[in-house]
């Protein structure tokens, strides 16, 4: 069975660029969650998808994070324009089962 | 406020030396407590998921109990395969099935 597959593995982009990070679940996995981990600090949830629809938003940072996810399969999340405090590792996870969730190998952004 | 206090930071140990992580928790009402397994470079690996006070869990050399406001893992006889950061998560509720809320980590050294 294939795992949660994310893209890039990295991505070193300037201040004011945009960046998309791409996430692929597990097949057959409705929720799908982004989370986020900055220098130094614990892993932060962002979002929580249920298919296409979003579940809870709560943890997104600003409105220049977007996330979606189109016909309930794969995710993007943008963020426009970066800036140097969105450098982390975003891990995406998905799950069947409420909780048990399986993360993918994470991207890691570093905004110079 | 949710929060989730992992200690020690770092832990060094000689391989068949047996001891134990800590994982306290603050939170309004638990559906669930995680531990996960994270090498470096990789996403969060599920280890095992306790819903109640009193309830074990184990796999090969690792045994996960909870109480009311901690838990523990403990780790049998370790290898040095066993070196990893081990992350301990709750799932809070009220909150449906949304977020884990994560500790900062223990980085477990096994050293032969």
């Known amino acids: 069975e294939a795992g949660v597959t994310q893209f890039p593995s990295h991505s070193v982009i300037e201040k004011g660029q945009t960046v998309t990070l791409r996430c692929d679940p597990i097949?057959?996995?409705?929720?799908l969650y982004w989370y986020r981990r900055v220098m130094g600090k614990e892993i932060k949830f962002l979002l929580h998808f249920v298919k296409e629809s979003k579940q809870d938003e709560s943890g997104m940072p600003n409105n220049r994070f977007l996330a979606e996810r189109t016909g309930g399969t794969y995710s993007t999340l943008k963020v426009q324009p970066a800036e140097l405090e969105d450098s982390g590792v975003y891990f995406c996870a998905s799950s069947q089962v409420p909780g048990r969730a399986f993360f993918g190998q994470g991207t890691r952004l570093t905004v110079v | 406020e949710d929060q989730v206090t992992q200690s020690p930071e770092a832990l060094r140990l000689q391989e068949g030396e047996s001891s134990s992580l800590n994982c306290s928790y603050t939170?309004?009402?638990?559906?669930?407590l995680f531990w996960y397994r994270q090498d470096p470079g990789k996403g969060p690996e599920f280890l095992f998921t306790?819903?109640?006070a009193g309830e074990e869990k184990e796999k090969e050399r690792l045994k996960a109990t909870l109480t009311k406001k901690e838990s523990f893992l403990h780790i049998t006889a370790p290898k040095p395969e066993d070196s990893a950061t081990y992350l301990c998560a709750v799932q809070p509720t009220p909150g449906g099935y949304n977020k884990l809320i994560f500790g900062a980590g223990t980085r477990l050294a096994v050293h032969p």
């Open positions: 306790l819903y109640s």
């Open positions: 939170v309004s009402g638990l559906r669930g």
């Open positions: 097949s057959g996995h409705d929720n």
